[in-house]
């Protein structure tokens, strides 16, 4: 199984590919798009979709594990991540990608077995369970990669929409 692990944003997004041969799993490849500031919003929101379309038609995953969205302080913040993470799940729809949606905690209990871990914790677990040589960078990537892992082990799939 091939599966897209995504961490939104719209500066950066993180992403992580990841292959599972039963008891093995590798990552193929991790990184982040990233969009610059001077670009207007809607502009980094076509780009952050292009990439992502170029993504999944070379890598071809099964399945496309997102972050869910959580409440954030700042407000102009969350709804830029939010229309990013709109972007995703309508690009990944338009593609036929099935995707499971994941929240924070599903992910850091499922990598750490503690749903409140801090992300040097979480970070560490994903170096452990892929055996890099050392933590990904930048963080958007190792946590698109947390993402991936855990949408690897969820055995619920309800709620892993095929468009």
């Known amino acids: 199984m091939r599966i897209l ?13 990841l292959e599972s041969d039963q008891d093995k799993v590798r990552a193929i490849l991790y990184g982040c798009f990233e969009t610059p500031a001077r670009m207007n ?17 070379k890598y071809k995953p099964d399945r496309v594990a997102v972050e869910k969205l959580f409440f954030s302080k700042n407000t102009k913040t969350a709804l830029a991540v ?3 993470r709109g972007v995703v799940l309508m690009t990944c ?10 929240a924070p905690k599903e992910i850091k209990s ?4 503690y749903g409140l871990a801090n992300k040097a914790q979480v970070q560490k677990m994903v170096q452990l369970i892929l055996k ?21 082990r969820t055995t619920d799939y309800s709620n892993c929409g095929k468009p």
Do not use: F, Q, W
């Not at 729809?93 to 994941?102: D, F, Q, R, T």
């Not at 990669?145 to 690897?152: E, F, K, R, S, V």
């Open 82 to 84: 939010g229309e990013a």
């Open 110 to 113: 499922a990598l750490t077995g």
């Open 132 to 152: 890099l040589d050392h933590i990904p960078k930048p963080d958007d990537a190792a946590d698109a990669l947390a993402i991936a892992i855990c949408g690897l």
């Open 41 to 57: 919003h809607a502009a980094r929101l076509v780009a952050i979709h292009k990439k992502l379309v170029s993504l999944i038609k």
């Open 93 to 102: 729809a338009n593609l036929g990608a099935p995707i499971i949606e994941l």
């Open 5 to 17: 692990g995504i961490d939104p944003g719209v500066a950066r997004m993180g992403y992580g590919i």
